[in-house]
């Protein structure tokens, strides 16, 4: 019996394509939560620890273990600007960004399955949805309060 609510065919979809995209990860020898950094890092360049919690929906506290271990792999620097001692800024090394770049691939094969099942308009379709729920959910308090 097929899901048929909002909220779990949302959280089904989630799941699964991160399955996918977490194993594929896994072959590059990234964990869970390490891919979503590298490309948000790979598409805005460098950011502090807030944007970047913020821009992949982590916790600010896990996104700092997780730079952690990304900083002992060399895959990020961090580092401070002349005359901001207080924020610290996050980079992509160059094994970084290799890494970054060679998600493509993973994230390509992980969307394959939905690429084949639709048509291109079809597909155009559901990414425009995705992007109105996106916005949507994004302009409310995760409980319902604006």
Do not use: W, Y
Request: hydrophobic share 40%; net charge neutral.
């Amino acid at each position: 019996m097929a899901p048929d609510s909002l909220h779990e065919l949302l959280m089904r979809a989630q799941t699964l394509m991160h399955r996918r995209v977490t194993a594929g990860a896994s072959e590059l020898g990234l964990t869970p939560g390490q891919p979503k950094v590298l490309e948000f890092l790979a598409r805005h360049g460098e950011a502090d620890q807030a944007t970047i919690a913020a821009g992949c929906l982590i916790e600010r506290a896990t996104t700092g273990a997780l730079l952690d271990r990304m900083e002992k792999q060399g895959l990020i620097s961090r580092g401070r600007h002349e005359g901001n001692k207080r924020s610290v800024f996050v980079t992509l090394t160059p094994a970084g960004a290799r890494a970054a770049a060679d998600l493509g691939p993973v994230f390509a094969r992980a969307e394959q399955p939905v690429a084949d099942a639709l048509t291109a308009a079809e597909l155009q379709e559901l990414k425009r949805l995705l992007a109105a729920t996106c916005t949507a959910l994004e302009t409310t308090d995760p409980v319902g309060k604006e």
